[in-house]
């Protein structure tokens, strides 16, 4: 049974950073693609940011620049490093593994104006 955790949101003000951890077991990130959406209030689930098997990563316009994508095989772990926060990043953050995807329970990022 494949699960995945994530750690690390919290409240941040604006400029901040932020390292969103998703612990993968059950499945193999080295062997997956993996990846991260958010879902703010009132607002339909967004991508956010991708990692495919062979390292490809793609991100959404909205974070290009400010957020990276990573994945360490030996932990089995995906990260997402978020720099310069903006409010408007302020949602539930979600990672996902595999095909059909499974998700995880979420972890709420907060940003302060």
């Known amino acids: 049974q494949v699960q995945l955790v994530e750690s690390g949101g919290g409240v941040v003000q604006a400029g901040g950073s932020l390292r969103l951890s998703c612990a993968g077991s059950?499945?193999?990130?080295?062997?997956?693609?993996a990846g991260w959406h958010r879902q703010a209030p009132g607002k339909q689930r967004e991508l956010v940011a991708t990692?495919?098997?062979?390292?490809?990563?793609n991100y959404a316009g909205s974070v290009q620049g400010r957020f990276t994508i990573s994945r360490d095989n030996a932990k089995n772990t995906v990260y997402l490093q978020m720099n310069s926060l903006k409010p408007e990043d302020t949602a539930v953050y979600y990672c996902?593994?595999?095909?059909?995807?499974?998700w995880g329970q979420g972890t709420q990022v907060t940003v302060s104006s």
């Open positions: 059950g499945i193999n990130f080295r062997f997956n693609a």
């Open positions: 996902y593994g595999g095909w059909p995807p499974t």
């Open positions: 990692v495919g098997s062979g390292g490809g990563k």
